[in-house]
């Protein structure tokens, strides 16, 4: 049930684009690899990024947020890969994501919370996901990603990647990994469960009218309406269910950038306009604080900004769009 490895930062032109702040990737690198002190204060406009909230979870979290992949979904590379969260916690990110299917990305999360310091976890709203659809796998999952993030709970557990009506028959039938998330909720190892995906929006829309999740995470981008779209149909239906919303693809794994089709500002003010949050995937701490700094960028995108936008992108929309159905 994994997703393709597509680093939504991979772009080399996108860099530079939103500015950045004076701490070095050797600084961190080096705290990562030995003991590493607590995390430096977030600078005082990163801290005083307006907020939102998530759904009925009730948790406050900016338009930008931390994704899973990028340079966390690798394996052997801690040296890179947790300078990145470092540095995403030290300017006071609220939203990180992980799965068990991005590989040592877990991994990386845990080392990461341990070198911040001991405040460091409860300070972010942590969310991972299952790919198993049976009771069982999905409980084993669970302990096992709570080991590898160094942690008690999960502040959102999602049932991940969910594409065909036979997952979801298994999922919410007897032994399904429904019954997991109940178990786990009442034992306290998950605050609230969400449901993702970016293949097909009515296999979504369906898990939302079979359980009450709290949150759903969902591709967003100006080629959304062109084919199959989430913006009609999952986002509106997760809007009038009171769902929290999380973008993801947002840069359609940076094709948009490549095809220099919009900038990085226009597709995460795009996303975030619809979105609670947007995650993205970041390669590199420069990449961490260009995707943070968007979060001082005018919100929401004005609809007719978002017409042309959509417009502009239209006749290649197909090529933004290749995860879906």
């Known amino acids: 049930m994994s997703e393709p490895n597509e680093t939504e930062g991979a772009d080399a032109g996108r860099r530079g684009v939103l500015g950045a702040v004076a ?40 338009a930008v947020s931390l994704g899973g992949e990028g340079i966390l979904r690798t394996t052997g590379r801690h040296r890179e890969a947790v300078p990145v969260i470092l540095e995403a916690l030290r300017l006071g990110v609220r939203y990180c994501d992980t799965a068990p299917a991005y590989q040592q990305s877990q991994d990386y999360y845990g080392e990461a919370f341990r070198a911040a310091g001991p405040k460091a976890r409860e300070q972010v709203f942590l ?20 080991r590898r993030l160094g942690t008690d ?26 019954e997991a998330v109940d178990q786990a909720r009442a034992d306290g ?30 591709a967003i981008n100006p080629a959304d309406p062109a084919r199959l779209p989430f913006l009609t149909t999952v986002v509106e239906e997760a809007r009038r269910r009171g769902v929290g919303v999380i973008g993801m693809k947002i840069m359609a794994a940076g094709r948009l950038l490549q095809d220099r089709a919009a900038s990085p500002g226009e597709l995460i003010r795009y996303a975030a306009s619809h979105a609670d949050t947007v995650i993205i995937g970041c390669s590199s701490i420069a990449e961490v604080r260009e995707n943070l700094g968007a979060r001082s960028l005018p919100f929401p995108m004005p609809p007719a900004e978002r017409a042309a936008l959509e417009a502009r992108v239209a006749p290649r929309a197909g090529r933004y769009d290749s995860f879906k159905a």
């Open 189 to 218: 190892r998950v605050r609230h469960v969400g449901i993702t995906g970016h293949h097909d929006p009515q296999i979504l829309v369906e898990a939302m009218r079979r359980y009450p999740v709290d949150t759903v995470l969902c």
């Open 23 to 62: 701490t070095t990737a050797a600084t961190f690198a080096a705290g990562a690899a030995g003991s590493a002190p607590a995390v430096p204060a977030a600078p005082r406009s990163a801290a005083a990024a307006p907020s939102r909230t998530l759904g009925r979870t009730g948790a406050q979290v900016e």
């Open 153 to 178: 709970h999960l502040d959102l557990w999602q049932l991940h990647d969910l594409r065909e009506l036979d997952e979801l028959d298994a999922i919410f039938g007897k032994g399904g990994a429904i």
């Open 127 to 146: 969310a991972s996901k299952t790919h198993a659809r049976d009771r069982d796998g999905a409980l084993r999952l669970l302990d096992d990603s709570l």
